[in-house]
């Protein structure tokens, strides 16, 4: 009976060393402190906005100044934003509050991230859409870019 009791008390630690364990894409997206990641969607020509994945599933959006560096930008006056999540779903699925994003490419320092977009009123049919990630870092020398220069 103590013989079966310890394989099943060993077999519950592995499982729970699995289920625990961060898939190489998360740890990819997760940010160090002085990594922050830069948005540009090509679909709106919209970029300069930066932000901080976090390992709990959260994340913190930032925007980039000349000498004050990164300042935390959760918040636009009357616009707060509300509870802040990724995560992953499937390995090849990037949930980003409530959208969800096809990965196409992951690297440590740049994601490419896609959407499609349905619009009968615009009468553009099904359109594939990208969302570029490119890792900055803190450096003495002030940010740098560590991916794709745009």
């Given amino acids: ?26 740890k990819k997206i997760i940010a160090n402190n002085n990594e922050y990641w830069e948005f540009y969607n090509y679909e709106y020509n919209q970029g300069a906005i930066y932000f901080q994945f976090k390992e709990n599933g959260s994340h913190d959006k930032y925007l980039q100044y000349i000498n004050e560096g990164f ?45 499609i977009r349905y619009s009968k009123t ?6 594939k859409y990208f969302i570029l990630l490119n890792k900055w870092r803190v450096t003495n020398k002030g940010p740098q870019s560590l991916g794709y220069k745009k």
């Fill in 122 to 127: 615009e009468n553009i049919g099904n359109q």
């Fill in 1 to 26: 009976m103590l013989v079966n009791m310890k394989k099943l008390i060993l077999f519950i630690t592995i499982l729970l060393c699995i289920a625990c364990k961060k898939s190489s894409i998360e």
């Fill in 71 to 115: 300042k935390l930008f959760n918040n636009d006056g009357d616009i707060i934003s509300g509870y802040r999540t990724w995560s992953i779903k499937n390995d090849s699925t990037f949930v980003w509050d409530d959208e969800e994003y096809k990965i196409e490419k992951i690297s440590d320092n740049e994601i490419i991230l896609s959407y």
